[in-house]
């Protein structure tokens, strides 16, 4: 497999053949799912392609007095930016041959809902902040390095870190 449980080889290969044709990197990532209407459970679902079939996701609305009976929107957000750093991290640590022992991330955000509530204009969310624990054979300086390398890498930390253009289209079909 290769080193912390990271394909070494593939992510090897993948950039020899992304240095050859530089277009094969480029490619739209996409979910789609549907909102569900049956009172008193998930609300909205997607289905998505694994290396062996299908995995299903669900949330349920941001319940305000409680969790739902599936996790928020948020939750999945913010597994997006603890798994995407973290596998940034761990990888590049593997491609240098640092053998980590544990890896625990945990990302906070700090949130606002009175302007969603139409209450004021303070920003939805003010904070983000991303902890890694980390046990294994590295130095501190190797240590901050894999932090700025995988702050500087990371799609969920780019996203986080730099405006992007935004298209939003709400179409009424029949």
């Known amino acids: ?9 593939q992510v090897v290969d993948y950039k020899k053949e992304i240095q050859k044709k530089p277009g094969d990197a480029k490619f739209t990532a996409k979910i789609e799912g549907d909102w569900l209407f049956e009172e008193g459970g998930p609300q909205f679902r997607s289905v998505v392609k694994v290396k062996d079939g299908t995995y299903t996701m669900e949330a349920s609305h941001p319940n305000f007095a409680g969790p739902g009976v ?3 929107p948020m939750a999945f957000g913010l597994f997006w930016f603890a798994a995407c750093y973290s596998s940034t991290f761990v990888t590049e640590a593997s491609l240098r041959n640092i053998r980590l022992t544990s890896v625990k991330t945990r990302v906070e955000a700090d949130l606002d ?3 969603q509530f139409d209450l004021g204009k303070a920003p939805l969310v003010n904070e983000f902040r991303v902890i890694l624990d ?7 300086a190797q240590v901050e390095d894999l932090k700025e390398y995988s702050l500087g890498h990371c799609m969920g930390m780019f996203t986080i870190r730099n405006p992007i253009r935004l298209k939003a289209e709400v179409r009424k079909i029949s």
């Open 70 to 72: 599936r996790p928020g």
């Open 134 to 140: 980390i046990k294994g054979d590295l130095t501190d």
């Open 113 to 115: 809902y009175t302007a």
């Open 1 to 9: 497999m290769g080193l912390n449980n990271i394909d070494t080889k």
